[in-house]
């Protein structure tokens, strides 16, 4: 200890402080700063308590300078090994790439603190620790069983530290049913704490992770699955199901196209098929708000196809025919220009025909460019119509669209989006193709009718700045729909 007491320790402290002042200053990492400024107050403390020391010691204060000298020389050791630590922990995670564990920044605080400690004692108090650690296992035993919850989270933190099954930053897991999930935040030395995707703090103690199944989400980056199982009744296809869901999911942004989504049949249960429905995000936050979606575009897009998801089939429903449905859509139909030429009985045949469709909002109803064959009526809510990027026109309940590619085969003239949900009747081909059959007159009367819906949209149009629909005249228009449905001139 002759050696801390010399001139050369003093010289070699005081340019210690100052490189640590320096490093402080200069570091980048708040983590760095953090541990320098523990060294720094050690060493700032040492250099002030040397100075008081020297001062005693003149005066002949005795008693009071031994006590002063042991403080400075714990101060010294302390702000040696703070700084020690606080380098080699900052080597560490330039090489590991991630935050350093605080229980593994305290446990090395720990043992050298005692290893200083100890030979600074003994010298300059006569205090040997080993015996008195020696005299004290009664006192231990004691000690053990009172902290033995906490010693076994202690023990399992070193031991989660060894394995690394996770660290700050990593999504994980914790239970058979994953009754903890969250984001790590820190790894302590009782337990871990976690912040949830509701943004709340969970502290797990550490004995508790060590005993349940863990699981963790990638990291760095890399592809998170999601999986949700889903039952379909027996009559639908399974090639059919997989188009619908496929389909579903290529329209969320979130859902990345590699690794692609998939759909498989699981198996056949008691009253439906089970679907294993699996997608990967990039990032775990993403996961809710994505399954969300997945879920929402499902449903109306089963609802569309008129893909059943059944109730379990022990119950026996006993329904009755609604006939105020059919007499809202006959009064629906029986508003529009294109059916005016139509008798009652004709539309109320139209009307029977036609089938209802949700969609949700954002979902669109038909796209520019495509082929289509159903005609739709709005029942409720609201739609936008684009034609070249360039919204033309709001429709709401009442209006129609998609007949030109219906009754022509004309590719579609304009993107047509649900602005909020929307209820639509449609009709397809089938149904005028057999109004048609029974009554071929009607086939000139609604090429008049179209030529004049194709001019009032061309003026649309024009005003709005957007791209107009070809003008087609009333005999092309017959020709057409003379063609498509097959009807003798």
Request: glycine content about 8%.
């Given at each position: ?32 700063k953090a541990d320098l400024r523990g060294a720094l107050m050690f060493l700032a403390g040492w250099l ?83 015996g008195l650690l020696a005299t004290s296992a009664i006192l231990s035993v004691v000690l053990g069983l ?92 399974p090639n059919t199901v997989r188009t619908e869901v496929l389909a579903a999911l290529g329209e969320i ?237």
């Open positions: 200890m002759s050696f801390l007491q010399g001139n050369t320790a003093l010289v070699i402290g005081v340019v210690l402080l100052t490189l640590v002042a320096i490093g402080r200053a200069l570091a980048k990492e708040q983590q760095l002030a308590l040397r100075g008081l020391g020297f001062v005693l010691e003149q005066i002949n204060f005795h008693g009071v300078d031994k006590a002063i000298r042991v403080a400075w020389m714990l101060s010294f050791a302390f702000g040696c090994v703070r700084a020690f630590v606080a380098v080699a922990l900052f080597g560490y995670r330039r090489l590991n790439v991630g935050e350093t564990p605080k229980i593994l920044r305290d446990l090395l605080d720990f043992v050298l603190y005692v290893i200083a400690a100890v030979p600074i004692l003994k010298t300059q108090l006569d205090v040997d620790l080993t009172a902290l033995q919850e906490t010693l076994g989270n202690f023990f399992a933190g070193l031991s989660l530290q060894l394995e690394r099954p996770y660290r700050a930053g990593d999504w994980i897991s914790v239970g058979e049913n994953g009754e903890h999930v969250g984001r790590v935040v820190q790894i302590a030395w009782r337990a871990t704490r976690i912040v949830t995707p509701r943004l709340e703090e969970t502290t797990v103690p550490n004995s508790v992770i060590a005993k349940q199944p863990l699981k963790n989400f990638p990291r760095g980056g890399l592809p998170v699955g999601i999986d949700f199982e889903i039952g379909i009744a027996y009559a639908v296809p942004s979130s859902v990345l196209k590699s690794p692609a989504p998939f759909c498989r049949v699981k198996e056949f249960g008691e009253s439906a098929v089970i679907y294993t429905i699996r997608f990967f995000v990039m990032d775990f936050n993403d996961w809710p708000s994505a399954q969300d979606e997945a879920y929402t575009r499902l449903w109306y897009r089963f609802s569309r196809a008129n893909i059943e998801i059944p109730y379990p089939q022990r119950v026996v429903h006993n329904r009755t025919v609604d006939t105020s449905s059919e007499q809202t859509h006959l009064a629906l139909l029986s508003r529009l220009d294109l059916f005016q030429p139509f008798s009652t009985e004709e539309k109320a045949d139209l009307a029977r025909a036609a089938g209802e469709r949700r969609f949700g909002k954002g979902e669109a109803l038909i796209r520019e460019g495509e082929q289509g064959d159903t005609f739709y009526v709005i029942v409720s809510g609201e739609v936008a119509v684009a034609r070249g990027g360039t919204e033309v026109a709001r429709l709401a309940r009442g209006a129609y669209l998609g007949e030109m590619s219906l009754l022509t085969g004309d590719a579609r003239s304009a993107t047509v989006v649900a602005t909020t949900d929307v209820m639509v009747l449609e009709l397809d081909r089938d149904a005028f193709a057999r109004h048609f059959a029974a009554h071929p007159e009607r086939a000139g009367q609604m090429s008049e009718l179209l030529a004049q819906r194709r001019a009032q949209l061309e003026a649309v149009a024009a005003a709005s700045g957007a791209p107009a629909p070809e003008g087609t005249k009333a005999n092309e228009i017959l020709r057409r729909l003379r063609s498509i449905f097959r009807l003798q001139h």
